[in-house]
Nanobody, 127 residues
């Protein structure tokens, strides 16, 4: 079992950058497919980015493609989300998630496929 703790959220001006961190404990993140989701008030949780367990393949929501980058540091047992050119619509609580489930095409976009979640970190973008 893995425990996930997010950090790095905060208030940033539109056009600015933030780097979110997801520190894992209990097991190494290389055992998991990892992802970031977000949820804004009144909205459903939505997929942001994922990183596959073996090949390290990355996937992004169209809304963040070209602006956000997901990465992992196995030595630090941490997953990152670098967010550049932030927009007001990026404001949300961002959650880190991990899965050991068998990958099927498109699984990584579905929050229900993930077994473990962090508590979330708030990102606020001022216009």
């Amino acid at each position: 079992q893995v425990q996930l703790v997010e950090s790095g959220g905060g208030l940033v001006q539109a056009g600015g950058s933030l780097r979110l961190s997801c520190a894992a404990s209990g097991r190494t993140i290389s055992s998991y497919h990892m992802a970031w989701f977000r949820q804004a008030p009144g909205n459903e949780r939505e997929f942001v980015a994922s990183l596959s367990r073996v090949r390290g393949s990355t996937f992004y929501a169209d809304s963040v493609k070209g602006r956000f980058t997901i990465s992992r540091d196995n030595a630090q047992n941490t997953v990152y989300l670098q967010m550049n050119s932030l927009k007001p619509e990026d404001a949300a609580v961002y959650y880190c998630a991990a899965s050991t489930n068998t990958y099927l095409l498109g699984s990584n976009y579905n929050g229900d496929w993930y077994d473990y979640w962090g508590q979330g970190t708030q990102v606020t973008v001022a216009s």
